[in-house]
Nanobody, 123 residues
């Protein structure tokens, strides 16, 4: 079983910063892409940022220039540095990873999600 655990969420004033971290553990052979998504009540989950094993990044237009995604391949971790936070950044942030795994019989790449961490930005 593969598990992703997020940390670092909290309450911050507009203009402030937070750093989210995510650690993947379990039956991991390798991880291709990792990323962060967010979801507010009544809204669809949306992409925030992704990063491949080769270091290529992709950001939502709304966070470009403010957020930075990074990863440690050896540690199976990914982080999201969030600066200049805005009230509209308020959401539950979820870690995602495409993990090459297996059950001892078959091996495959699966899409895994963390439980989420709340980020609240006050105005």
């Amino acid at each position: 079983q593969v598990q992703l655990v997020e940390s670092g969420g909290g309450l911050v004033q507009a203009g402030g910063s937070l750093k989210l971290s995510c650690a993947a553990s379990g039956n991991i052979l390798s991880i291709d892409a990792m990323g962060w998504y967010r979801q507010a009540p009544g809204k669809q989950r949306e992409l925030v940022a992704t990063i491949t094993s080769g270091g290529s990044t992709n950001y939502a237009d709304s966070v470009k220039g403010r957020f930075t995604i990074a990863r440690d391949i050896a540690k199976n971790t990914v982080s999201l540095q969030m600066n200049s936070l805005k009230p509209e950044d308020t959401a539950v942030y979820y870690c995602n990873a495409d993990v090459f795994t297996g059950n001892g019989i078959s091996y495959y790449t699966g899409d895994y999600w963390g439980q989420g961490t709340q980020v609240t930005v006050s105005s």
